[in-house]
């Protein structure tokens, strides 16, 4: 296959450039090895490639909004999350203080108040926290065909800081969008934030999108594919927050970022994309995994809105 060739070419490419910043509002993000660079690729039947740092892990970040949002939708209905978290793209970054006017929910799942929101409806209704909390790791795990775990060190180097997160929990708990104890809903939305991946597991996770909702490896359904419409839909939309309309135009697939550096793209019925890079751009979204997946749009025509 010509792939591995091209992923490896497409990595020197971009290898020299140390423009952005590692996220520095994360004490654990701030020291990670900022030259670390990794893609994989995996297609919707189950092809994986991968080159450069493929085996390092980090957290997965924002990356896990998405796939909780889709256990929610899954685990409670439509009705019920649309009726919390709306589904506007908000234009902001991705930690903004912002509630709908009138019903105080969050603008999308994508930004921390929304995907803290959405924390609180994976599950059944009765769940405990902590079974809340396990759930998301068991669906995230069925999502990447394999079982991921915590980094305590990201975990409590962010749980300690998460001042604006637990203003947001506040607000949402305030606004009548979640129950119980807001410090408790930062907490698990913090390990969800805090799942070790690789780039393997990440175009893995981002395949089963691909691929109607079903993992391309270990043939688990793991989300109905009305729930992935919904959660694409979103990704394309609000995925890159305030990048997001340049994202859409300029590569034109559904994705999302994280401030650990990955970045994802899922190409519907084709293949699942990830990237590591841990500088960022203004937006928090990693500036070589930009760049890659603009070259992979110009190379491989996956704009969604060209004719191939
Ligand atoms: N855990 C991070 C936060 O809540 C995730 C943000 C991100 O990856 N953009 O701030």
């Known amino acids: 296959s010509p792939i591995p060739d091209y992923l490896a070419e497409a990595l020197l490419s971009v290898e020299a450039d140390q423009s952005g910043q590692t996220a520095d509002y994360i004490p654990e993000l701030a020291s990670a090895d900022p030259d670390r660079l990794a893609v994989a690729m995996c297609t919707h039947d189950g092809r994986l490639y991968s080159q450069g740092d493929c085996d390092q892990a980090f957290s997965?970040?924002?990356?896990?909004?998405?796939?909780?949002?889709?256990?929610?939708?899954?685990?409670?209905?439509?009705?019920?999350?649309?009726?919390?978290?709306?589904?506007?793209p908000s234009g902001d970054a991705f930690n903004e203080i912002s509630f709908e006017p009138g019903t105080g929910r969050p603008l999308n799942p994508m930004i921390n108040a929304g995907a803290i929101a959405a924390h609180t409806l994976a599950g059944p209704r009765d769940a405990t926290p902590t079974e809340r909390t396990s759930r998301i790791i068991h669906g995230l795990s069925a999502f990447a065909g394999r079982q991921l775990t915590v980094d305590n060190g990201v975990y409590e180097s962010e749980i300690t800081t998460a001042y604006r997160n637990r203003a947001l929990a506040n607000m949402l708990r305030a606004n009548e969008i979640i129950g119980g104890e807001p410090l408790e809903a930062v907490v698990g939305y913090t390990?969800?934030?805090?799942?070790?991946?690789?780039?393997?597991?990440?175009?893995?996770m981002a395949a089963t999108l691909a691929n109607r909702g079903v993992n391309p490896v270990t043939g688990a359904p793991v989300v109905p594919a009305p729930v992935v419409r919904q959660v694409l839909s979103v990704m394309a939309t609000c995925g890159m927050y305030d990048g997001a309309g340049d994202w859409m135009t300029r590569v034109g697939i559904p994705a999302k970022s994280g401030v650990a550096g990955g970045l994802i793209g899922a190409l519907p019925g084709q293949a699942g994309i990830a990237t590591f890079s841990p500088r960022l751009d203004q937006h928090g979204n990693s500036v070589r995994g930009v760049d890659l997946f603009r070259r992979f749009t110009s190379d491989m025509g996956m704009h969604l809105m060209e004719v191939p």
Not at 80 to 87: A, D, N, Q
Not at 196 to 201: I, Q
């Open 60 to 88: 997965i970040q924002s990356i896990s909004k998405p796939f909780v949002y889709a256990l929610a939708l899954a685990d409670r209905g439509f009705d019920e999350v649309l009726e919390k978290v709306s589904v506007e």
């Open 191 to 204: 390990r969800q934030c805090s799942l070790l991946v690789t780039v393997e597991d990440l175009a893995m």
